[in-house]
């Protein structure tokens, strides 16, 4: 990749909580490269961290329990402005540690350079305050606009998502609008600072099939006309395909595999991504086939098993998944998996891709 | 085919205060309006729709959990919303639902053991030997380690307590099972785990589904027909194989249409209906036909007459003035 369009770089990213129980290790030794102007989903069941890497790169991780105990949440400096605090040399050249920030450094940076969308705009969205009020306050906070000419860019923003009437509606409360119209307001909030990268979390989950359509629809719009790259993350492969240029699995704190949507729906290098893909039925399959699921359940993280967080569920598990844990290697060009299947001694198995 | 129920012009009407709560102005919620179908023994059938279209209504209706404002539903034979309290008790035994949220369904200071074991409770079957005996069997078929009677619902994952939450609709041997969202809280790996039990139940307990959900790939694989409902009306019935491919009501396009596909090739070359705004308020629905206000196609006719439900052959039913 090229060196000059990267984003954001997350390297060896591990957080974890300090829970009475133990220690929850949520996100182990996270790498991930976000180049400029892309979209990149992140994939997994309930507990797999996809949500806790994006809050720790946000430095949102409530401390206590959580704590972010490695790593490094590279981002462009150019981009932030931060001259002072971009790296000298050395690979990550021009690039600022955002967990090397002070907190104050922090708040101009969320909002401003990193915005959010979030699962629910019920629980997102004050109640008591005007749509309006919530719209321009982070562009008023941020100094880059006076009230008024802030206020002008919100009414903007709501027509540009596809509100109807927006001038009138600046004046409504969350309650007044669908849940729909909700999620369409917390585009419209998080692209308001022209942000250089939005991170949406689950942001159809709460919606219904038809409104969905409609808010992806609006967010590959939206991600032609600004510049922005953006992070999708979901429970859902069948969103993801539709929108990403690049697809990471996660699965208990880690990636299982990371490939260009393309190849990871063709040729997945990881059993887990297999699975996913078979239990869940296709709208256009032709004949009504068995599902074929994952047995089991996701480990418990208290306590994740010895070796490859998945082997106790993999139909493949060899001796070494239970006892090692595999490594990221690189499978193909920008495909990596985290696979002993991979290995050239491991044997060949039917309906999986070995990618030398 | 064997009809095991049957629902005739089913209405349910619910009060509502209109300009909020302290406002005297009472208006009625047509949460069903006038919805007819059939169920034949043994066969799946899938209710689908948005939010608020009423297929949790309909389904509740069917069990007896709510009175129904009008309309007649028909179980082998008995017309369900005559009966005596009494009678009514006996016959629901043989019609159960499974909720949607395994977390909220089961409480949480009973034992699984007594959870799957109240409903012969309350039906007095067998003595307490039998009964302790039936539901170590119940805890089996659904996949469950019997030696779990006396643990707490806390202390199990959510797939875990769905399959709990279906032990105990299964505690009666009821014939018809009402299944509103079984699947939709539960994470993507352990969703093809519970549809695959279901389906094992189904074959090997001779059971009858009425599968509620918003999922139509879901609903798809696992029905056998599909009902469509928009703002308390059927719009459209077919086999789930035909309607997937020659769906005629505008609205199921558009609900076919926005289901994503596991697949970038797929998704690039798809032309999706997408549907402008959100569901009217079933306060005061659309004059004529419901969809008008959201229709791609809709015409003048469609303001002022409501479509009726036409037969298009092969069992196959649609609700427009422009279908076929």
């Keep these: ?356 | 085919m064997d009809t095991i129920l049957k629902v005739e012009h089913l209405k349910k009407y619910f009060a509502v205060n209109v300009g909020g709560p302290f406002a005297r102005h009472k208006a009625s919620l047509k949460a069903v309006d006038d919805v007819s179908f059939e169920v034949g023994r043994g066969e799946t059938v899938g209710l689908v729709g948005e939010t608020g279209c009423g297929k949790t209504t309909v389904g509740r209706t069917i069990v007896g959990l709510y009175a129904p404002t009008a309309g007649t539903i028909t179980y082998c034979d008995e017309n369900l919303c005559a009966l005596t309290r009494e009678a009514m008790r006996k016959v629901r035994s043989k019609l159960q639902m499974i909720f949607q949220d395994p977390y909220a369904s089961l409480n949480p200071r009973m034992t699984v053991g007594s959870i799957v074991e109240e409903p012969m409770d309350i039906f007095s079957i067998g003595t307490m030997a039998e009964r302790r005996e039936r539901v170590q069997e119940l805890l089996r078929t659904v996949g469950l380690d019997p030696e779990h009677t006396n643990r707490f619902p806390h202390e199990f994952s959510g797939g875990q307590r769905q399959r709990i939450g279906i032990a105990r609709s299964l505690a009666m041997n009821p014939e018809f099972i009402v299944a509103d969202e079984p699947i939709s809280a539960l994470d993507v790996s352990i969703q093809a785990q519970i549809v695959n039990m279901l389906e094992d139940l189904q074959q090997n307990l001779g059971l009858t589904y009425l599968f509620i959900a918003h999922d139509l790939a879901m609903v798809k694989h696992i029905s056998d027909r599909v009902i469509v409902l928009y703002l308390g009306k059927i719009v459209e019935v077919d086999e789930s194989k035909d309607i997937y491919k020659h769906p005629l009501h505008p609205y199921t396009k558009a609900l076919l249409s926005a289901v994503p596909i596991p697949d970038p090739r797929v998704e690039m070359q798809r032309q999706r209906i997408v549907l402008k705004g959100d569901l009217p308020s079933p306060v005061n629905p659309p004059s004529g036909c419901h969809f008008r206000t959201r229709c791609p196609i809709a015409q003048p006719i469609c303001a002022e007459k409501q479509p009726e439900l036409r037969d298009m052959g092969s069992g196959h039913v649609v609700a427009c003035h422009f279908a076929g």
């Design chain 1, 1 to 356: 990749m090229d060196e000059n369009n990267v984003l954001m770089r997350i390297q060896g990213l591990t957080t974890n909580f300090h829970t009475y129980a133990g220690v929850v290790h949520a996100v182990d030794d996270m790498t991930l490269t976000v180049p400029k102007d892309s979209v990149v989903g992140i994939v997994g069941e309930s507990g797999s961290g996809k949500s806790v890497t994006m809050m720790s790169v946000m430095r949102l991780i409530p401390n206590p329990p959580g704590r972010i105990e490695g790593g490094h949440v590279w981002f462009d400096g150019a981009a932030l402005g931060m001259p002072d605090r971009m790296e000298k040399d050395g690979p990550n050249k021009g690039m600022v540690d955002l967990l090397s920030l002070s907190a104050e450094s922090m708040m101009k940076v969320r909002g401003r350079h990193i915005a959010m969308i979030f699962q629910d705009p019920m629980v997102s969205l004050n109640p008591v305050l005007t749509i309006g009020l919530q719209l321009t306050e982070s562009m008023v906070v941020h100094g880059l606009a006076t009230k008024e000419g802030a206020w002008k860019r919100a009414v903007d923003m709501l027509a540009l998502v596809g509100i109807p009437k927006p001038e009138e509606r600046m004046r409504d409360y969350p309650h007044q609008y669908s849940g729909g119209m909700r999620q369409r307001v917390m585009i419209a909030m998080a692209l308001s600072c022209s942000p250089e990268l939005v991170i949406a979390d689950e942001p159809t989950t709460s919606l219904d099939v038809t409104v969905q359509a409609q808010i992806l629809e609006l967010m590959k719009e939206l991600k032609a006309k600004l510049k922005s790259s953006i992070i999708i993350i979901s429970h859902d492969l069948s969103i993801v395909a539709g929108i990403a240029d690049k697809v990471v699995v996660m699965y208990a704190g880690r990636i299982l595999e990371e490939a260009d949507v393309y190849d990871l729906y063709e040729k997945p290098g990881h059993p887990y991504t297999v699975g996913l893909m078979k239990s869940v039925p296709r709208l256009d399959a032709e004949n009504r086939e068995r599902l074929v699921p994952i047995e089991g359940s996701p480990p418990d993280l208290l306590a994740p098993p010895v070796g490859c967080k998945f082997a106790p569920r993999c139909k493949y598990a060899m001796n070494i998944c239970r006892e090692q844990e595999p490594p990221l290697v690189t499978v193909g060009q920008g495909h990596r998996a985290r696979c002993f299947l991979h290995h050239p001694t491991a044997p060949a198995v039917p309906g999986f891709v070995k990618v030398e």
